[in-house]
């Protein structure tokens, strides 16, 4: 993992943790117990960090949703 992996890490728990309003320590374990930070987020990074923040966290909570981490 690079240092740009881990600032693209830090930037989408905290803005998700904004969004969904929850603590950005709830958020991480949410991410990694479904697999989604080392299964999407981590090797996407190329293409994630191309969208704006807006489609980023929409893209996010989807697949937040559809893993079933969030109602």
């Known amino acids: 993992?690079?240092?740009?992996?881990?600032?693209?890490?830090?930037?989408?728990?905290?803005?998700?943790?904004?969004?969904?309003?929850?603590?950005?320590?709830?958020?991480?374990?949410?991410?990694?117990q479904s697999g989604i930070l080392n299964g999407y987020i981590v090797p996407s990074y190329d293409v994630l960090h191309t969208f704006s923040k807006e489609y980023l966290m929409e893209d996010l909570i989807e697949y937040m949703r559809e893993k079933g981490v969030l109602a």
């Open 1 to 32: 993992m690079t240092g740009n992996d881990i600032d693209f890490i830090t930037y989408s728990i905290g803005n998700l943790s904004r969004r969904l309003n929850m603590s950005a320590a709830e958020v991480y374990r949410r991410l990694k």
